[in-house]
């Protein structure tokens, strides 16, 4: 006979196993199924693909957003103290490096930030005082509001609107990126820095909405650092797996779903490829993209065809991901100097806005750009990652999926765009000839899409971060608040609040799970 759970999570990426460690410590019996071989979804890493030994972090590697989040701060599941979850925090965080070789560099220390800024602009280096000033303290109000239930999108903005602070914060919400950068400064390295840095969310730093990226992440650098995670990405949903089954959790992996069984309005467990039904007696909850949650998986008789147009409407971010994996001899020596060889992320960008705004151009049209790659060399300060003496290094571009001539071609020009991004490097270190190249990964927005469902169009975002898909309209209002139109059948992922990047944004959906279910979730967490 088929065993029975209280609750299954359908796909283990790390806010899904989130979701499942809390409640199996509420005591509930959980099984999480997910289709790869193993979990991880966007924090995957994986041995041995650059070359043998060395470890490839195949989505995400940047763990910043979730330095604030209580999962992590007060340590709620043991991550840290019981299953040693290790980050290090590199006191050069990020630079921005320009075709001439200066750089703005990024530090956990304001002052020498500005200093950096100065070179350019007095002015300007200034105004980053003064823009982290007025930061910092919205920094714990937002990073408050990302990792607990959000209210709805009106009741936020009348929130907001009670006083001058939060009438300047909405104001933030409401513009882009580049506003902010043009009321801020006056050189345009300084503005293409600020636009550059906002980008790594997948948004077009000129859309409205974007701005936020920057009054949240600027101040958050500084206060918490941007990490590197001891052991790659991998190692997040490895502590939360060690979490869940300690706490009498299941995982099954090679396990996909293909429907969801519903039966008189209520979601009471899924079916896998191959037919086998598994059950859940108090709720199910999703990983999945939204855009999977359609007629198909749901049963077209259970939800309306508001809600169906809604899925459809859903927006897609405005690029993706082209990811590169390096097996070295040596890490990556850069022209601008040992403070940016020393930095964590390493960014490549125009020196103008002309320059800059070309780039995201041409995603808008179809057309691969290969200037401006970001490289991280996490093996020197993780070398569990490569053979002794060794480094990986990660590359990483953003591009169209969906290229002039069709999404296709990605497997035609795949090596020549890699092969362009590595040559853009190279114009900027002194050591990234063949001889240093042990062997190499490359993954495609293309690749993205065939290796995960939920990354339809090569979305590892699920879907974009436009101001209508923020807060309490994410995916969309009628949804927002992680309960899907089939009761006990919930939400959580990218697809939903806080949105995209490693923040385990699954706290939030399991807090309103177990309220549903009445369970105080500060008993289980305190």
Avoid at 42 to 68: N, V, W
Avoid at 243 to 265: K, P, W
Avoid at 503 to 521: C, H, K, P, Q, W
Wanted: proline content about 5%.
């Amino acid at each position: 006979m088929a065993k029975n759970y209280d609750v299954i999570v359908a796909g283990g990426g790390h806010n899904g196993l989130v979701v499942a460690a809390y409640l199996a410590r509420a005591g509930l019996s959980v099984l999480v199924v997910e289709a790869q071989d193993q979990c991880g979804g966007g924090a995957m890493s994986k041995r041995d693909l650059a070359a043998p030994g060395f470890l490839t972090d195949m989505a995400s590697i940047s763990h910043g957003l979730i330095q604030p989040n209580p999962l992590l701060r007060n340590d709620e599941l043991g991550l840290i103290s019981k299953y040693g979850l290790t980050y290090v925090f590199p006191e050069n965080t990020t630079a921005c490096v320009f075709p001439d070789d200066r750089a703005v560099v990024f530090y956990r220390d304001v002052d020498k930030t500005c200093e950096t800024i100065a070179q350019f602009s007095q002015h300007d280096a200034e105004a980053y005082r003064k823009f982290y000033e007025t930061a910092i303290p919205q920094l714990d109000l937002l990073t408050a509001g990302m990792y607990i239930p959000t209210p709805p999108f009106g009741k936020f903005y009348s929130m907001l609107e009670g006083s001058q602070e939060g009438r300047d914060l909405l104001h933030m919400i409401l513009i882009s990126t580049n506003d902010i950068a043009n009321e801020w400064f006056e050189d345009d390295h300084m503005k293409v820095a600020f636009n550059r840095f906002s980008a790594e969310t997948c948004m077009d730093p000129r859309v409205a909405g974007s701005g936020l990226n920057l009054f949240l992440m600027i101040p958050l650098l500084h206060k918490y650092g941007w990490p590197v995670l001891v052991g790659g990405s991998q190692s997040l949903p490895n502590a939360l797996i060690q979490s869940l089954t300690d706490n009498g959790g299941e995982v099954r992996t090679s396990a996909r779903v293909t429907r969801f069984i519903v039966e008189s309005g209520e979601c009471k467990g899924v079916v896998l490829e191959g037919g086998e039904e598994i059950h859940a007696g108090r709720a199910v909850v999703t990983n999945f993209s939204i855009k999977q949650l359609d007629a198909d998986m749901l049963g077209a008789e259970n939800v309306s065809e508001h809600y169906l147009k809604r899925v459809r409407n859903t927006q897609f971010q405005e690029f993706q991901q082209f990811v590169q994996s390096y097996a070295l001899h040596e890490a990556p020596v850069y022209k601008a100097g040992k403070d940016v060889t020393d930095t964590w992320m390493v960014q490549l960008a125009p020196e103008t806005m002309d320059g800059f705004n070309a780039e995201f151009d041409a995603y808008s049209y179809g057309r691969p750009w290969t200037e401006t790659p970001v490289g991280l060399c996490a093996t020197k300060w993780d070398t569990t990652r490569a053979p002794d003496g060794k480094h990986v290094l990660y590359l990483y571009h953003y591009e169209p999926y969906n290229l002039k001539g069709g999404a296709q071609r990605w497997d035609e020009i795949k090596e020549e765009v890699a092969d362009g991004c590595l040559n853009s490097l190279r114009q900027h270190t002194t050591n990234m000839g063949p001889e240093n190249i042990i062997g190499r990964w490359v993954n495609t927005p293309l690749d993205l899409e065939r290796r995960d469902l939920a990354w339809k169009q090569g979305n590892s975002n699920h879907i974009g971060s436009q101001l209508v898909q923020q807060y309490g309209n994410r995916p969309f209002a009628e949804v927002s608040d992680y309960r899907l139109p089939v009761e006990k059948l919930y939400l959580t992922g990218p697809s939903s609040h806080p949105g995209a990047s490693i923040m385990g944004g699954g706290r939030a959906t399991a807090y309103v799970v177990m309220e549903d279910l009445g369970i105080d979730f500060d008993d289980v967490v305190g």
